[in-house]
């Protein structure tokens, strides 16, 4: 007996059979997902420029370029150091002076952007203003003329209050340094030591124990310069790089030194001067090359400052300023006509003030 299958039945074998084909083909491959790179951080600069017809006005720069001034004084920004309050209110000028022109100083206050004479102790010469973790402004002084100096038993002192403080016995210029703090309207004295100057190490001032208290100062290092490593002359590094960049731009002695930044090695030039100092050519490694930072346009004999903040890059001249983001190697903003040119400082929590020892205070 034949049996006639329905229209609906054949429909669902075609059906059945078709599935059963597509089920066999391979799926279509995966697209791989596209690389992201995060946007730039919102960045705050500090930076002086020079003030028209004289002067120097000292500036703060946001990720949008706008800017603020926050004080201009009758000095050259040559001359300037910085300092700020830790709770990012109040800043420290020094016009560090020299030959005729005594140091003078001014403190800033950011909000009402005014800058106020501040004025300096009496005895010796200035070196540095700063802040210590409470917000409190001390100075640190040095000393080399006017000091009481005598002998007994064959050992050299200096006589200070009555004090006596041995003289230092090694290489340099031997005198005093003195740390005062400023209160109310009135400069108190609270630590006098011995100590050398004119020295290939930076002792000095830094001899102070307030020194070492202090979280910023006028002529502090800055936290946000990245450690250099030196590839001694002759290694295979520095062969390498000589091979790769046979014209730096200038004749200047010294050593290539390698940076880590946000996007691998950054290569530069430190020239062996009586300070050394960061020179091009700058150089960073990509893959098995050597790429120049993006669009630097700075002069080959150019002394450099590199400053580095997460994957944040600033480039700083005597005069001009190349920001990047060091991950994708890419300039984000260049400043022409600025001195000085660094990261706003982070604000810190101000801590409770510590009553100074009584010993230290002379």
Aim: glycine share 8%; charged share 25%; proline share 9%.
């Amino acid at each position: 007996m034949l049996r006639r299958f329905g229209p609906a039945l054949l429909l669902g074998s075609v059906l059945s059979v078709g599935a059963c084909k597509k089920s066999e083909d391979p799926a279509p491959p995966t697209p791989a997902p596209t690389p992201t790179v995060e946007p730039a951080p919102p960045f705050a600069l500090s930076l002086l420029r020079d003030a028209s017809p004289s002067g120097c006005t000292w500036m703060r720069q946001d990720t949008s370029g706008i800017r603020k001034a926050l004080a201009t004084v009758d000095a050259p920004c040559a001359r300037l150091g910085l300092a700020w309050s830790p709770d990012g209110k109040h800043g420290a000028l020094v016009d560090r002076g020299g030959g005729e022109h005594k140091p003078r100083a001014w403190r800033v206050d950011f909000e009402a952007a005014r800058g106020d004479p501040l004025t300096l102790p009496e005895a010796g010469h200035t070196d540095a203003l700063g802040f210590d973790a409470q917000g409190q402004v001390y100075a640190l002084v040095s000393q080399l003329e006017g000091l009481t100096r005598k002998t007994e038993r064959g050992e050299e002192f200096f006589v200070s209050d009555g004090r006596k403080l041995p003289v230092p016995d090694t290489e340099g210029s031997p005198g005093l340094a003195h740390a005062y703090r400023r209160e109310g309207e009135a400069w108190r004295r609270i630590e006098t030591v011995a100590t050398v100057y004119e020295t290939d190490d930076a002792v000095g001032t830094g001899a102070l124990a307030t020194a070492g208290r202090l979280v910023s100062s006028t002529s502090g290092a800055d936290p946000d310069a990245p450690a250099a490593t030196e590839f001694s002359e002759g290694s295979e590094d520095a062969a390498r790089l000589d091979a790769m960049v046979k014209d730096k731009g200038h004749a200047e002695y010294g050593a290539w030194v390698s940076l880590e930044t946000h996007g691998g090695p950054l290569y530069a030039w430190r020239a062996a001067r009586e300070l050394p100092v960061l020179m091009p050519p700058l150089r960073w490694e990509v893959g098995d090359r050597l790429e120049e930072p993006e669009s630097l346009e700075l002069a080959p004999t150019s002394v450099l400052e590199l400053r580095a903040r997460g994957p944040l890059l600033l480039v700083v001249s005597d005069r001009a300023a190349r920001i990047y983001d060091a991950r994708a190697r890419k300039r984000l903003a260049a400043l022409e006509d600025v001195h000085d040119t660094r990261f706003w400082p982070k604000q810190r929590t101000v801590t409770a003030a510590i009553p100074s020892s009584p010993s230290a205070a002379q």
